[in-house]
């Protein structure tokens, strides 16, 4: 089992930055952030696996969102810039079993997720 716990979330208007923290129990392979706005299904924003050159970002945060991973800690963060009222949602922190090298876009291929941070961007 992982236990993962988020921090960072909050309110800001357009524009502004929040930044997203993640810490895991012990370290997984693929790790990343799903979100989910009100009445939407959850979906990927970024996800790592393994090395941070391998990170994938959603085509909606790319060139905003920027995801950092330190092994060493188990941690794994979201950097949001540039913020806009689509943005706002529950945030939660996933990974995949440790057995699993590699990531995917599919919310049911992980196995342990936080609670959720909730980011609110105000127009």
């Known amino acids: 089992q992982v236990q993962l716990m988020e921090s960072g979330g909050g309110s800001v208007q357009t524009g502004g930055s929040l930044r997203l923290s993640c810490a895991a129990s012990?370290?997984?392979?693929?790790m990343g952030w799903f979100r989910q706005a009100p009445g939407k299904e959850r979906e990927p924003v970024a996800t790592?696996?393994?090395?941070?050159?391998?990170?994938w970002y959603a085509d909606s945060v790319k060139g905003r969102f920027t995801l950092s991973r330190d092994n060493a800690k188990a941690t794994v963060d979201l950097q949001m810039n540039n913020l806009n009222p689509e943005d706002t949602a529950m945030y939660y922190c996933v990974a995949r079993k440790w057995f699993y090298s590699w990531c995917t876009r599919d919310p049911t291929d992980f196995a342990f997720w936080g609670q959720g941070t909730q980011v609110t961007v105000s127009a």
């Open positions: 790592v696996a393994g090395h941070i050159t391998n990170t």
């Open positions: 012990s370290e997984r392979t693929c």
